[in-house]
C-alpha cells in the first residue's frame, strides 16, 4: 500500500521558475528521501531527511519535513528543461516494519523551454 | 565508483515461464532490495537482502524470491508468470539498509505474453 503520496500529480511551469512538490506520509519514519526518474528508468536519490531534521538543501533543492503534520516539500530554484522528470518521497517506517522504502505516487515534473 | 547494475535491462516471456534477474550493487555496500514498478500499483517494495540474509519482504506471493550471494550481488527469482507481473524491476543498494539513502540501477522492464 502507498503511504506517500505526492501533490501534485502533475506540474508544468516555464524555464527559471520555482518548482514545489508535497508529500504527505501516514505512519511515524526514520527518514524521507526524495527521489526523481526520468521516463521509465532508474531513480536518482536527490535528498534524505531525517526524522529529527526540518530543512535541507543540496545545491538548487531545498526540503523541508514536518513530522507533526506527517508531510513534507521539495522545492527545486530556478528550474531548467533537465529537471523534466518524476518526483518521488520515499518513507522509511520507524518501529522495525518491514516495509522497506514505501514510495507515493509521484509528481510528473515538466519544465517547458 | 560504478553503480548499480541489472541485468538484463529487457526481458520478454511467456505466461507460466520463469525468470531470473540480476543485481551487482555498489563496491561495499551490503545491502540489496527489489522494488517493482507499475502505472497502476506505482513502486512496491519486494524483499531486502542483507550478508546473505532475508531481513525484510514486501506483500508478494511466494513465487517471488531471491537471493544474495557472499559478494554481495543478488538475483531475483519469478516463477509461473502471469501477464500481471509485466514491469519495470529497480534494485536497489545500500550501505546500511533501508535507513539509508538507496541507490538504483536502470531497471530490468519485463513484459509477459
Known amino acids: 500500500s502507498q503511504q506517500g503520496e505526492e501533490d501534485p500529480q502533475a506540474l508544468s511551469i516555464q524555464e527559471g521558475e520555482n518548482a514545489t512538490m508535497n508529500c504527505s506520509y501516514k505512519t511515524s519514519i526514520n527518514n524521507l528521501q526524495w527521489y526523481r526518474q526520468n521516463s521509465g528508468r532508474g531513480l536518482v536519490h536527490l535528498i534524505l531527511i531525517r526524522s529529527n531534521e526540518r530543512e535541507k538543501h543540496s545545491g538548487r533543492l531545498r526540503v523541508t519535513l514536518d513530522t507533526s503534520k506527517k508531510s513534507s516539500s521539495l522545492l527545486i530554484t530556478a528550474s531548467r528543461a533537465a529537471d523534466t522528470a518524476s518526483y518521488f518521497c520515499a518513507t522509511q517506517r520507524s518501529g522495525g516494519g518491514a516495509d522497506g522504502l514505501t514510495f507515493g505516487k509521484g509528481t510528473h515534473l515538466i519544465i517547458q523551454p | 565508483k560504478a553503480g548499480v547494475t541489472q541485468t538484463p535491462r529487457y526481458l520478454i516471456k511467456t505466461r507460466g515461464q520463469q525468470v531470473t534477474l540480476s543485481c551487482s550493487p555498489i563496491?561495499?555496500?551490503?545491502?540489496v532490495s527489489w522494488y517493482q514498478q507499475t502505472p497502476g500499483q506505482g513502486l512496491q517494495f519486494l524483499f531486502e537482502?542483507?550478508?546473505?540474509?532475508?531481513?525484510n519482504k514486501g506483500n508478494f506471493p511466494g513465487r517471488f524470491s531471491g537471493r544474495q550471494f557472499s559478494n554481495s550481488r543478488s538475483e531475483m527469482n519469478v516463477s509461473t508468470l502471469e501477464l500481471g507481473d509485466s514491469a519495470l524491476y529497480l534494485c536497489?543498494?545500500?550501505?546500511?539498509?533501508?535507513?539509508?539513502?538507496?541507490?538504483f540501477g536502470q531497471g530490468t522492464r519485463l513484459t509477459v505474453v
Open positions: 563496491s561495499g555496500h551490503r545491502s
Open positions: 536497489a543498494s545500500s550501505l546500511e539498509g533501508l535507513k539509508a539513502e538507496a541507490f
Open positions: 537482502y542483507f550478508s546473505e540474509t532475508q531481513r
